[in-house]
């Protein structure tokens, strides 16, 4: 019943609790993600069953969030929000340290579920394929995503910009 409450409210207090939602957003988001990467790995390969349910909600959730803030012109949430320029290398370190966590996950969960019949440096090698290529794929489309919102993101902020003007 909060929501359609209208109280002014002190900026502190709002900037306080702000952070406080964000970290917990973080967490179930993680623990959603953790466990539909555990239902991947954990499957034989070939054959790939993730909860639709808990799937969809953690896309859906995500992509809703990522679309307001696009409306609001934010294509990021900390220093390069409204930045005019892509910054190409922050979001290119930013993809390939997602990628190797993501990778790292994904091998480790393998190692952890998987009966290896194999000499140990076969298994190293296909390990290592596995790593490289979840990790250079992650890494790409995490740019690639990236940069896809911050055109739409600032197209939408120089939207406002025309819109303030013309008022």
Known sequence: MKLFRKKTVDERVASEVNRIYRVGYLILTFGILIDVIW???????????VRPLEFATL????????????????????A????????????????????AVAAAAMV?????????????STMV???GIYFFSIALTCAIAFYC???????????????????????
């Open 39 to 49: 239902q991947m790995a954990t499957e034989p390969m070939g054959k790939i069953v």
């Open 108 to 120: 480790g969960i393998r190692m952890l579920t998987f009966g290896w019949e194999y000499p140990i």
């Open 125 to 127: 090698l296909i390990l």
């Open 59 to 78: 896309i859906v959730a995500n992509i809703i969030c990522v679309l307001m803030m696009v409306q609001k012109g934010l294509s990021d949430d900390d």
């Open 145 to 167: 995503v990236q940069y896809a919102i911050f055109r739409v993101a600032k197209r939408r902020r120089n939207q406002q910009l025309r819109d303030e003007d013309e008022t």
């Open 80 to 99: 390069y929000a409204e930045a005019e320029k892509f910054p190409k290398k922050h979001y290119a370190l930013l993809g390939l340290g997602a990628g």
